[in-house]
């Protein structure tokens, strides 16, 4: 199957800094990629879909200005959490499909888990 | 929008043991369900996945059913092994329009040897 990446897998932020999260594809082309939060011993949340070159596309309840997504190739995807805060803590990962629409699979990556102090 | 909730929470069962996953959609527009297990601090795992257009797909030890009419589906594991151990979660997604998931609660999986 294919490969996606997140860097960094964890990252320890204090309360009010910003943290970039990076998705990668690396070895297909991206159209559509998607952030999830799941907190502990709880389920995916979508957070957003991003769809190379085109503004994010953000569920009910998720703030955008606090979650910046920003999708410039069609191998990456980034999600900047700003101003963070404790309650931001969780584990953010994201999935990379060929392209929306297509009923391509979607392809995890490993996750990356925020602790904000 | 589309709502899918996933039973039990917990299933403990014996090794060898059949297990079973249910889960219900809300969105008959709905047309692509995947089971993906998740082990502790790492990514989902896709494990099995169905189209509207098939009733039941089966693939070793995992099988999962689908009824369009009642908007449910469910994973059956047969012949369960402590390594079965996992929290599965059911998804479900229109996969001709935007192809987001929406996933279930998760169900957390126990196999006693």
């Known amino acids: 199957g294919a490969v996606v990446s997140q860097h960094p897998s964890w990252v320890i932020c204090k309360s009010g800094t910003s943290v970039k999260i990076e998705c990668r594809s690396l070895?297909?082309?991206?159209?559509?990629m998607f952030w999830y939060r799941q907190f502990p011993k709880q389920s995916l949340m979508l957070m957003a879909t991003?769809?190379?070159?085109?503004?994010?596309?953000?569920e009910q309840g998720v703030e955008k200005d606090k979650f910046l997504i920003n999708h410039a190739s069609l191998t990456l995807s980034t999600l900047t959490v700003t101003s963070a805060h404790p309650e931001d803590s969780s584990f953010y990962i994201c999935s990379a499909s060929g392209l929306a629409g297509a009923g391509y699979e979607q392809y995890f990556g490993p996750g990356t888990r925020l602790t904000v102090t | 929008g589309e709502n899918v909730e996933q039973h039990p929470s917990t299933l403990s069962v014996q090794e060898g043991d059949s297990a079973v996953i249910k889960c219900t959609y809300s969105?008959?527009?709905?047309?692509?369900f995947p089971w993906y297990k998740q082990e502790l601090g790492k990514r989902p795992q896709l494990i099995i996945d169905i189209r509207s257009n098939v009733g039941e797909k089966k693939d070793q030890r995992i099988a999962v059913t689908l009824n369009k009419t009642a908007k449910h589906f469910s994973l059956h594991i047969t012949e369960t092994q402590p390594e079965d151990s996992a929290v599965y979660f059911c998804a479900a997604s229109i996969t001709y329009n935007t192809d987001k998931l929406i996933f279930g609660t998760g169900t957390r999986l126990q196999v006693f040897p």
């Open positions: 991003s769809n190379e070159g085109s503004k994010a596309t953000y």
């Open positions: 969105d008959s527009a709905s047309n692509y």
């Open positions: 070895d297909f082309q991206a159209t559509t």
